[in-house]
């Protein structure tokens, strides 16, 4: 399978040097994506779409719904702790808890806690990457409960507190200022800007 796309996308990227990728892309849907070897069709706008899903640092994108942290538990029971642990200490999974403050230290631990800057960017990878093996199968109440139970764990947010697309771009995490920016000059012409405050 993985060989086969393999071979339709060096087919698509051959048709594409050879300037005709437009006539074969723009032809209706339902028509194989790749002529030559008849394979692929494709794609719909609602694939296209899932595909390209993000929910952006500020929370642009967020879905309506809401969960909190004690509906949280009994998600991350039934669809997380089989890999993550009960209380997200890591099994065959990312440990997801803990850490904060070793990040200088010669053993730095990096978990959603410690490490990651938002946590909109928690919920956007638990809605599109977990779980691992069912990845997608989560409702947003159910990801919007489930992050607040991770970042109630890691102690980030109150045991009462819910979250939703207004509150979860608020939640302030540890490490939110810890990155830099890249300063080399050839990395989207940025300039060096004035240093953040340190990770604690
Ligand atoms: C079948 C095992 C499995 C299940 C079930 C699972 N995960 Fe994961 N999870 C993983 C693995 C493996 C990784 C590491 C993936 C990688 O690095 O590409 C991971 C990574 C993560 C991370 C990123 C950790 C980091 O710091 O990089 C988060 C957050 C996460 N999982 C949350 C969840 C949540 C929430 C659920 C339940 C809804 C869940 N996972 C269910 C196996 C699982």
Not at 20 to 42: C, D, E, H, K, T
Not at 81 to 98: P, S, T, Y
């Amino acid at each position: 399978m993985w060989a086969r796309n393999g071979v339709g996308l060096a087919v698509l990227m051959a048709l594409a040097s050879a300037g005709s990728i437009n006539a074969s892309l723009g032809s209706a849907s339902g028509v194989a994506q790749s002529p030559r070897f008849g394979v692929g069709r494709a794609p719909t706008a609602d694939e296209i779409r899932d595909l390209g899903s993000a929910i952006a640092p500020d929370g642009t994108g967020l879905p309506a719904g809401s969960g909190n942290v004690s509906q949280g538990r009994a998600v991350f029971a039934a669809h997380c702790a089989r890999c993550h642990g009960r209380q997200g200490e890591g099994e065959i999974g990312a440990r997801l808890v803990g850490g904060q403050g070793s990040l200088r230290s010669p053993r730095p631990l990096k978990t959603v806690g410690s490490f990651w800057p938002y946590a909109t960017t928690l919920w956007d990878y638990v809605n599109r990457a977990m779980p691992f093996d069912k990845p997608g199968a989560l409702q947003p109440d159910e990801v919007y409960a489930v992050s607040a139970f991770i970042l109630n764990l890691n102690g980030i947010i109150g045991d009462d507190q819910v979250l939703n697309a207004v509150t979860l771009p608020k939640v302030q995490m540890p490490n939110r200022d810890g990155f830099v920016p890249d300063a080399r000059p050839d990395v989207n012409g940025l300039k060096p800007r004035p240093q953040p405050t340190p990770v604690r």
